[in-house]
């Protein structure tokens, strides 16, 4: 089936503008994450979604950053007034949480790395 | 506070060895230990996890690792390494507490297999 898909897989942008990025998890799968990657370094935890919890925004670097998502489907991280710091690798996860058995097993998607000018 | 260590940037080590990659972990409540591999310009791929039960868990590609409670580790290990093992690996914690499915990743290590 399907795996995680990511739109778009490179992004440039100037300076002050804002970014959308996409996330189709797999179907069914009712968790979805968003991390950041920067060039050489590990997966940094940004956002947490289960299904019609509240989500989880601990690891927001900043309120440029904002992240949304539609039942247990698409999700779309947002970054307003990027700056260069912004610039890494953004993946996206979906996960089947069954409830009452934490499985955590986590899908990435090819990630979309964004590049600010 | 959770929290992954992987103490090495980078292992060397030549074809058909065996391959050794660390990883610590700090969680208060049992652990759930996953190893992730990422091959260059790709995503993230599982290789294996760590729940429950045996402490020897086997996973993709003939890698596997071992839990051990009493060291707070979840080393990733490989009889023979391959040249196409070359990549970058993660180690991962998540909580036992709560259903949250939040992971906290170690920084990674890259792995480079010589012929």
Not at chain 1, 21 to 42: E, F, K, M, N, V
Not at chain 2, 36 to 55: S, W
Not at chain 2, 67 to 80: D, E, G, I, R, V
């Amino acid at each position: 089936g399907a795996g995680v898909s990511q739109s778009p897989s490179n992004k440039v942008t100037e300076k002050g503008k804002d970014v959308e990025l996409r996330c189709d998890p797999i179907s069914g799968h009712t968790a979805l994450y968003w991390y950041r990657q920067r060039l050489g370094q590990g997966l940094e935890f940004l956002i947490y979604f289960q299904g019609n919890s509240a989500p989880d925004k601990s690891g927001l670097p900043s309120d440029r950053f904002s992240a949304e998502r539609t039942g247990e489907s698409v999700s779309t991280l947002t970054i307003q007034r990027t700056q260069q710091e912004d610039s890494a690798v953004y993946l996206c996860a979906s996960s089947l949480i069954p409830a009452g058995s934490p499985t955590y097993e986590q899908y990435f998607g090819p990630g979309t790395r964004l590049t600010v000018t | 506070a959770q929290s992954v260590a992987q103490p090495e940037d980078q292992v060397n080590v030549a074809e058909g060895n065996p391959l050794t990659v660390k990883c610590t972990y700090s969680v208060s409540g049992n652990p759930y230990l996953f190893w992730y591999v990422q091959y260059p310009n790709r995503g993230l791929q599982f290789l294996l996890k760590y729940i429950t039960g045996d402490n020897l868990v086997k996973g993709s590609y003939g890698f596997e690792a071992e839990f051990n409670k009493s060291q707070t580790s979840f080393h990733l290990k490989k009889p023979s390494a391959l040249v196409s093992d070359s990549a970058l690996y993660f180690c991962a914690v998540g909580h036992g507490s709560g259903n949250t499915g939040k992971l906290i990743f170690g920084q990674g290590t890259t792995l480079q297999v010589k012929p």
